[in-house]
């Protein structure tokens, strides 16, 4: 692909224009196929290309519901946009097995977020702390303007501290900064704040005559939130006695199911390659929901991750080795009980952002019943043990492919260019049979020879 100047200033047809010499493209297919994705209002295509820059078009991705959600007590239709097939229908089913056994019962234990100013200094970080504990007021009322209008909301700066880093990285220091920033994702109140705050602790340190000029001299490196939110957390667990967890028709008794889930459990406790397909199938719900609702999937599957890695406290205090990246939910039978539980850090918001920008995370949040941030964490992490509930029993029963891929049927029928008459026929011939990409196209090819 040759380079090109000042890209970002031309127009929108004059970048697929370009986008289309440089592909070769003689026919003009690739512009005709980007603008037949854009939203027929005008105004509505614009608001969507405001969103990120050098837009060429939309790329569209399935918004699916999936209903029968009992949590604690609340039953909700929760959308999820999702591409991977089966994803929904997995959530659907678990959240209807579990509407009959009591439901998902969610807490959120925490809803602290973090933000660092990173500084460098040359000196005796003993005396800067000191400094700091003599001005840590005087900075929190200077920073009253960029705080009061979160602060009648409910929240704004909840902790502020000096940290001493330097047995990590030479002369280094940082400003740890907590937050409750309520039902706002907070991210931009979150920055700003901080980033006055390393304008006006660095003046009030090279101000200070009690500094040499060598210490007067710090360096604010940055100052930005942290997507890793270990005290921005959200606990959902479902649990039933062991002989109600089979289903009537299933081979599989209750006993038998329980002592295979909690083994594939303790497996992603202990294995790290299972560990990270574990995890990857409690995003597949989570993360759905937070894109079907505005939020960023990027900064919660970061911090889900991050969360696997370092473990709690408890995790760390049992191992004592260290970091190990787990699987996220833990499976406890005892007495006759079956429970399948997750500990998540989600960071998430109901106002700002995306969520008023988008008109379907709007219709998304319409349809959970106007959810508080609280009350959203909750829901995408009962989403997140519903799926890891479903890809478990899937895997310790009939195996993963034989649901995933009768899903995956009509992608492939598609992919063959089958009529609405050939779906029809080979989905009823695949019913109790394997699915694979071969056998669906041999079966595709016999039926149209016989037309």
């Known amino acids: ?87 929904v229908a997995a959530a659907s089913k678990a959240a209807k097995f579990w509407l009959e056994r009591g439901g998902f019962k969610a807490r959120v234990l925490k809803s602290t977020k973090v933000g660092q100013v990173h500084f460098l200094w040359q000196g005796s970080m003993d005396r800067l702390l000191a400094f700091f504990e003599r001005v840590r007021s005087s900075l929190l009322e200077e920073l009253k303007p960029l705080t009061k209008r979160m602060e009648r909301r409910g929240g704004g700066i909840t902790g502020l501290r000096l940290l001493d880093k330097t047995q990590e990285l030479p002369g280094y220091g940082q400003l740890f900064v907590e937050f409750e920033t309520c039902d706002a994702m907070g991210a931009n109140f979150i920055n700003s704040v901080l980033e006055s705050l390393g304008r006006r602790f660095a003046e009030k340190v090279r101000a200070c005559e009690g500094f040499s000029s060598k210490e007067r001299q710090i360096e604010i490196i940055m100052g930005i939130l942290s997507n890793y939110t270990p005290d921005c957390l959200v606990s959902v667990k479902v649990d039933c006695p062991v002989s109600d967890l089979g289903a009537p028709k299933s081979e599989t008794s209750g006993e038998e199911l329980a002592k295979r889930i909690k083994a594939a459990v303790d497996i992603a406790r202990v294995d790290p390659h299972r560990a990270v397909t574990h995890n990857k199938g409690i995003f597949n719900g989570v993360d759905a929901v937070v894109m079907a609702t505005g939020n960023d999937f990027r900064a919660v599957e970061a911090c889900g991750h991050a969360h696997a890695a370092l473990g709690t406290g408890e995790d760390q205090d049992q191992e004592g080795e260290g970091m190990r990246y787990r699987g996220l939910t833990r499976c406890v039978v005892e007495g006759g009980h079956f429970t399948l539980s997750l500990d998540l850090p989600l960071s998430l918001g109901t106002v700002g952002g995306l969520t008023s920008l988008h008109p379907l995370a709007e219709l998304s949040l319409e349809i959970l019943g106007r959810p508080g941030a609280k009350e959203l964490m909750m829901i995408a992490a009962s989403v997140g043990l519903a799926q890891n509930f479903a890809a478990l029993k899937s895997l310790v029963t009939t195996g993963i492919q034989r649901g995933h891929m009768k899903m995956h049927l009509l992608n492939i029928l598609n992919m063959l260019e089958a009529d609405d008459f050939e779906k029809e026929r080979v989905k009823a011939h695949f019913v109790d049979r394997v699915v694979t990409f071969s056998e669906v196209r041999r079966s595709l090819k016999a039926l149209r020879e016989c037309q």
């Open 1 to 87: 692909m040759d380079s090109v100047k000042g890209f970002s200033k031309l127009s929108k047809e004059e970048k697929l224009a370009w986008l289309s010499r440089s592909l070769g493209d003689g026919s003009g297919t690739v512009p005709s196929l980007l603008s037949s994705f854009w939203h027929p209002d005008e105004n509505r295509q614009k608001a969507f290309e405001d969103f990120s820059e050098n837009t060429l078009s939309n790329f569209f991705l399935p918004f699916g519901l999936a209903p029968n959600f009992l949590i604690n007590g609340k039953t909700y239709a929760v959308p999820m946009v999702i591409e991977e097939s089966s994803v």
